[in-house]
C-alpha cells in the first residue's frame, strides 16, 4: 500500500527528515550517489550549501585559528568551515578570533538550527550591531559598513592591519592590539603546547629548584578552574576590573598564574592571554589541582599571593582594598564576601558547630542587606578561596601532610593563622561573585579528604560563637556529618541563620519592621540598567532612614529560604510578579504594565497602591478591592539643581532613553522640528540620524546636570501607561533638578505642579504638531528661573521617596494593628 504523503503531518515529516539526515551523516559522503549510481541511475550533481558559501564568500573564517580549537590542521580551508558548521560551533568553537557563537547567541547557540555566524551574516533586524567578540565593538567603529556588508566583514576586508575595536570586557588587553597580533599569539601557544606536552605526566622538578625571590608590592593571583577559554576570559575580565588601569611594565602590582588541566581545550584564551596588559603564565595540573597550585606559589614573585578560581568574579572593591585590608588589621589571611549567582550570600568565611568539626560557610543564603556588617572587617574562624596570604607563609605550610583537594582551601587558611599566630578576617567592602562550584569543592576521593581534614583539626579553630553574637544570629544547624555520607555533599551540616529576638523592637516608635522589596531584574549588573533598580534602591534606603531595616529582592531570589525573617513583602509589580511568604504584610506597589496585572493577584495582598490616580480609582470600582493612588517619585540626593554644565547638550533637546525597539515620536518629532536634538539610549541608528545621536548611556549619579543643562528635557510614556494615568518617574526627576520639562500628556501632571505652576503652564504636548509648536516657541516662554526652583523643591519635598516611604510605613503600621487581634 502506497503512503499518501499529504496524510503525514507535518511534525511527522519533520522527524523522517531527521532521520534521514542521521542516516546520511553516518554513511557519510558519496552515500546517495553511491545508492543511484548502484539503481543505475545517472548520478546528480552535489548540492550547493549556502550556509557554508556564505561562511566562505564573506572572508569571516579562519582556519588557523579553528583548527588550533579542533586539534587539527586542515588543507581546505572549505573542510575546515564544513567541520565547523557540523560539529565546531556546537563545541562553543570560535570560526574566527572576532566571532564567538555563545556570545552572539548567548541563549541559542547550541539549539539553533542555523549557525550563529550565518545568522549574523544575514543580517537582520539589529544584529550588526551587537558586539560578536571581545575583540570586535562595532560601535567603536570609526565609520559604518557599507555596501551591504556586516561590519565585521567592512573591517576584515578594509582595516585588518588596524587596531582592533575592543569591546569594554576585553580592556584587559594591550592598547593597540591588532589581528596580527592575535595570530602570532596564537602560534606562541601551540609552540607552548608542544614543547610541554609532557609536562603534566612529569614528575616535578620544580621542587628541587629555589622559589622565585618575591617583589615587594606585586601580588601573585594564583587561579585555579581555568579550564577552557570561557575560563581565561572569565578570569581576565574579572581581574582587569580589581587590578589598577594604570598598572605599568616597569612596576606592576600583579601577575597573573593560570592553573589549568587541559592546555588545548583553553587554546583561544590562552593565546588572547599573552596579550594582557599583565603578566600571565600557565601551570598545568596534570598532578592535581593542590599540587599545581604548590608549584604557581613556588614560582610566584609576588610579595602576596591571591588564591581564587576562575568562577568567581570581583563585584565591588579591588586588589588594593584587599591588600589593604591585611595590612591594617596585621592578619595571616583575608577573604572576601562572596555572593551566590543569585545575589545572596554564598559565604564570609566559615564557622563550626558546637560539637562539630565539619565547616560550615557563615550566612550562606541570607541577603547581604539585612546583615549588620561590622567595618571594615572582623575575625571568622576559616575562609575558603579567595584567599589573600603572604607568599612566604604560604610556602612555609605548603609541605603539611594536608588535605590535597576537598576543603583544601579551608584547610590552608586555619594552617596559615596557625603559623602566623594571627587571624583570618573577612573584608567587608570586597564582594566577589561565584557562578558555580570549583576545584576545591569536589575530589574524586572524599572519604581520605574528609579524613585528613578531620585528624588535622580534631580541635576546629575558635571564635564562631563570638561571631554568632557579633551578627545578632542564633544558627540551626543540621544535616549530617560529612564522613557519614562522603559521597553526598548535599546532606552535609549546614545551617539557617535566624536573629536573636530583639525584645527592644515592641518599644520602638515606629517598630523597626524587616523589609523585602521584590522586583523583576535579573540578579546580574544588568539590572543597574533598569529603572526598577534605581527605584527599588532609592526607596530602601527612604524606609531605613525611618527606621526600617530593608532588603531589595531579585527575580531570581523572590522565594529564598530566609523569607521566613521577612515582616513585609513590598512588590514592585512591573514585567512580573512575585511569590509570596506565608506570614507577611503584604504590599503591592503597580508602577508599570498594568495590562498584565489581574484582579486575582491583587487579591493577593494585603495592601494594595497604584502609581497613577485613574487606573487605581477604575481597578478598585471593577475588581471591588481597595486600591490606593500613590503616584511614582524622585530621589532628592539624587535629582537636585545641579548647575555644573554639561555643554554637550545646553541649547538643546535632550533625551535620555531606549528605543524600546520603536520610533518613539517624541525623539522623532523633535528632529523633524528642525531644533538641536541630542538623545543618550540604544537602538537609535534605526530611526535618528547620526547628528542627533550624542551616547548611549548616561549614569544616573549625573543625570541632573543633563537635565538642568538642556534647553528641554523630553519626555513621553508609553501609549497604555498614557492612557491609564501612570505618570513616569522621569517626570519627576527633570522637575527635581530644574529641568525645563516637554513631555505628552497624561492625567495627574495637574496634581504635581498644581501649588507651584499656573494652570496650563506645564509644557506639554498631544500631537506632532503640538510639540513643533512648543519647540519653536523656546522653553523660556514657559518657564523662568524662579518657577524652575519653586518646582524643584515642591517635587523634592512632596514627591520624594521620603514622602512616598511615610506613606506606605503608615498604612503598614495601621494595617499590623487592626489584625493583631486575633494573633
Known sequence: MALDPSRISKASRRRLGRIVRAVRRRLGPGADEKGAAEAGTPEPAAPADPALHRVLDAGVFDVEWYGAQAGTTFADPADAARHYLAQGRRKGWWPHPLFVPARYRPKAWQRDDTDPLVIYLKGVGDSWKASPSPLFDPGRLDRPAADGRSPLAAFLADDADAPLPLAPDARWMRDGVTLADVREALRAELRDQAD??????????????????????????????????????????????????????????????????????????????????????????????????????????????????????????????????????????????????????????????????????????????????????????????????????????????????????VDLAQRLARHEERPVVVARDVVVTRSGDGTFDDTAEPEDDLAVFRAAWQTVPEGSADLFATFGVAPVFTGTVALTAPGRPGTWTRALWPSVPDTARVREAPPALRWAIKTAMPAGDQARQWGDFHFAHSLAAALRDLGQHVVVDYAPNDARETSYRDDVVLMLRGLHPARLPGDVTSVVWVISHPEDVTARELAGYDLRFAASLTWARDVAQRWELPVAPLLQCTDPSRFYIDDEPVEDVVGKAVLVGNTRGK??????????????????????????????????????????????????????????????????????????????????????????????????????????????????????ARYDEEMLRSLSEHVRTEHGFGARAAVLLEAVLTHRADNTSGT
Not at 209 to 229: H, I, K
Not at 695 to 719: I, K, Q, T
Not at 764 to 775: D, I, N, Q, S, Y
Open 196 to 409: 610541554h606536552a609532557d609536562q603534566a605526566d612529569a614528575a616535578a622538578p620544580w621542587r628541587e629548584s629555589p622559589a622565585a625571590r618575591t617583589l615587594p608590592g606585586l601580588t601573585s593571583l594564583v587561579v585555579v578552574d581555568c579550564d577552557t577559554t570561557a575560563d581565561v576570559l572569565t578570569v581576565l575580565t574579572a581581574i582587569d576590573r580589581a587590578v589598577p588601569a594604570d598598572d605599568t611594565a616597569a612596576a606592576p602590582s600583579a601577575e597573573i598564574l593560570l592553573v589549568t588541566g587541559d592546555r588545548r581545550r583553553a587554546v583561544a584564551g590562552l593565546a588572547l592571554a599573552r596579550l594582557a596588559r599583565f603578566d600571565v603564565r600557565v601551570v598545568l595540573s596534570g598532578q592535581g589541582a593542590s599540587s599545581a597550585v604548590d608549584q604557581a606559589v613556588h614560582g610566584a614573585r609576588g610579595e602576596h599571593v591571591l588564591l581564587l578560581s576562575g568562577r568567581q568574579a570581583f563585584r565591588e572593591g579591588t586588589l588594593q582594598d584587599l591588600r589593604a585590608v591585611l595590612t591594617e588589621s596585621g592578619a595571616a589571611v583575608v577573604h572576601p564576601v562572596v555572593l551566590g549567582g543569585e545575589l545572596l550570600l554564598r559565604d564570609v568565611g566559615v564557622v563550626y558547630p558546637p560539637r562539630g568539626t565539619d565547616p560550615v560557610p557563615f550566612l550562606d543564603g541570607v541577603h547581604p542587606d539585612s546583615v549588620p556588617w561590622p567595618r571594615p572587617w572582623f575575625e571568622v574562624p576559616g575562609a575558603p578561596v579567595p584567599l589573600l596570604a603572604r607568599t612566604e607563609s604560604v610556602r612555609a605550610v605548603r609541605d603539611e601532610a594536608r588535605v590535597r583537594t576537598l576543603w583544601a582551601d
Open 663 to 780: 520610533a518613539r515620536p517624541v525623539a522623532v518629532e523633535a528632529v523633524r522640528s528642525g531644533v538641536p536634538v541630542a538623545v543618550y539610549g540604544s537602538g537609535w541608528q534605526r530611526f535618528l540620524p547620526p547628528e542627533a545621536i550624542a551616547g548611549a548611556y548616561v549614569p544616573n549619579e549625573v543625570l541632573r546636570r543633563y537635565y538642568r543643562s538642556a534647553a528641554w528635557a523630553l519626555n513621553d510614556h508609553w501609549p497604555d501607561m498614557r492612557d491609564l494615568g501612570f505618570v513616569s518617574n522621569r517626570v519627576f526627576d527633570v522637575l527635581a533638578s530644574g529641568g525645563r520639562l516637554l513631555t505628552d500628556d497624561v492625567y495627574g501632571l495637574d496634581e504635581i505642579v498644581r501649588p507651584v505652576l499656573p494652570e496650563g503652564r506645564l509644557a506639554r504636548f498631544t500631537t506632532p504638531e503640538e510639540l513643533h509648536a512648543l519647540l519653536a516657541e523656546g522653553s523660556a
